[in-house]
């Protein structure tokens, strides 16, 4: 698995998900944090934009591993849903989201609509609010669903 293998529609919810900031900065848990929702990092650290970009992409990566090795059935879904587990995984990484048992059965058996209303009945989705909702919608419609339009190139 590359870098090049994660769908440029993840890397561009996981742009708006997880905002960029390109110096070091402590998130709301006290982890210190940089570029897209990247963990570690240490005070005073400052990125480019390229740089950035390039750990959001190794990252995002790495969190598709996470679930392609812990939810193997995930694959099965179709690119769209597989998806909102590596975004969910990116995001609380794949131990809290294998915790998310009710939803992950339900994904695993094909009801998708379970699967949303699971994802929404968390903690995980209060905490994220709109991602959460976003993330429910695309896990129902098996489309890609983003806060805002891709920009045009």
Same mark, same amino acid.
């Given at each position: 698995m590359t870098?090049?293998?994660?769908?440029?529609?993840?890397?561009?919810?996981?742009q708006q998900d997880e905002?960029?900031?390109?110096?070091?900065?402590?998130d709301v848990f006290g982890h210190w944090t940089i570029g897209y929702g990247h963990t570690p990092s240490r005070p005073g650290m400052i990125w480019t934009?390229?740089? &950035? /970009? $390039?750990?959001?992409r190794a990252d995002c990566a790495? +969190?598709?591993?996470?679930v392609d090795r812990v939810l193997p059935w995930a694959r099965r879904l179709g690119p769209v849903r597989h998806a909102v587990f590596?975004?969910?995984?990116?995001?609380?990484?794949i131990g809290?989201?294998?915790?998310?048992?009710? &939803? /992950? $059965?339900?994904?695993?058996?094909g009801d998708h609509? +379970?699967?949303?209303?699971?994802?929404?009945d968390s903690l995980w989705a209060q905490q994220v609010g709109d991602r959460a909702h976003?993330?429910?919608?695309?896990?129902?419609?098996?489309?890609?669903v983003l806060a805002q339009p891709l920009p045009r190139p």
């Open positions: 870098d090049s293998d994660v769908p440029e529609e993840l890397i561009a919810q996981l905002g960029l900031r390109l110096t070091a900065y402590q934009h390229d740089q &950035a /970009l $390039a750990m959001l790495a +969190a598709l591993r996470d590596v975004n969910m995984a990116f995001n609380m990484g809290r989201l294998n915790g998310f048992h009710r &939803a /992950l $059965a339900a994904a695993r058996r609509e +379970a699967c949303a209303h699971q994802m929404l976003r993330l429910a919608r695309q896990m129902r419609t098996n489309e890609w």
